[in-house]
């Protein structure tokens, strides 16, 4: 359960506008949860808090907020976040490239690279992109909360963002998910270190499975699909300075 320390906040917000879910208020100047909204665990919340006033109860004290990694590696991991807020500047079309071409370093099923990138490029083309979306929930009643909730004001399909990469493949291919999906955790990786922000698109590749339209204009030939999208673009006025609790992994050991 969320709770806020009234004596460290200071009503600034950062966790109102970094909450993905619209969970979060200002009341009386400070953080408090919504009625009949859901929390989801994503703790961007703890991740925005300047004053680090926000807590789950579930956590022991000091857990929400772990000290920033000496590994650089383990650095950019941790502090990836899913940015759902773009300024609007473009991201440079070289960093793009960049970003794609050492992707082709990831690993592939017997080094194959079945998959391909389409590059929507320029605020002016995610936002017809969005509407195509759109369109394709109205006439097939696919997630009917995106034309809903976009026109309150909210696009859940590009997030605003400036450039959407979207990631295919065959249905041919050896392994048509788990490869492109692969291949743009590192492309995300790779931009993140170069200072852009991120969002994985859940939403378009969903929406393109069942319109071969939205498939053509995204240049996604026949007998291929949509497997990943990733939202592009420079960060807003929002920053993430916290890194937040997430549960150790609880593998199986085979062991002799």
């Not at 879910?21 to 400070?30: E, I, R, T, W």
């Not at 498939?215 to 916290?242: D, F, I, K």
Request: glycine residues 8%; contains cysteine.
């Amino acid at each position: 359960m969320f709770t806020c320390n009234g004596e460290l906040c200071v009503g600034c917000g950062s966790c109102v506008r970094a909450c993905p879910m619209g969970y979060l208020q200002l009341a009386d100047g400070k953080a408090a949860p919504r009625e009949r909204r859901r929390c989801i665990g994503c703790m961007h919340c703890v991740a925005a808090c300047p004053k680090k006033a926000v807590h789950f109860d579930e956590l022991a004290p000091g857990q929400d907020y772990l000290a920033v990694p000496d590994d650089p590696l383990e650095a950019l991991v941790k502090s990836r976040r899913s940015v759902r807020k773009f300024s609007n500047k473009l991201p440079a079309r070289e960093d793009i490239a960049w970003a794609l071409d050492t992707a082709e370093y990831a690993p592939s099923g017997k080094n194959a690279h079945e998959f391909r990138w389409t590059v929507v490029y320029g605020r002016e083309k995610t936002l017809e992109l969005t509407e195509r979306v759109l369109d394709v929930c109205r006439k097939t009643g696919q997630a009917p909360e995106l034309p809903k909730l976009y026109e309150r004001g909210t696009d859940l399909i590009c997030c605003g963002a400036p450039c959407m990469i979207v990631g295919w493949s065959p249905d041919t291919a050896l392994n048509p998910v788990v490869d492109p999906a692969v291949a743009l955790t590192t492309i995300e990786l790779l931009l993140v270190h170069r200072g852009y922000a991120t969002c994985w698109g859940g939403y378009l590749r969903q929406i393109s499975d069942v319109d071969a339209d939205l498939r053509t204009w995204l240049g996604v030939p026949e007998g291929c699909r949509v497997r990943c999208a990733l939202m592009l673009g420079c960060p807003g006025a929002e920053r993430y300075p916290n890194i937040p609790y997430r549960p150790a992994a609880q593998p199986v050991w085979i062991t002799e």
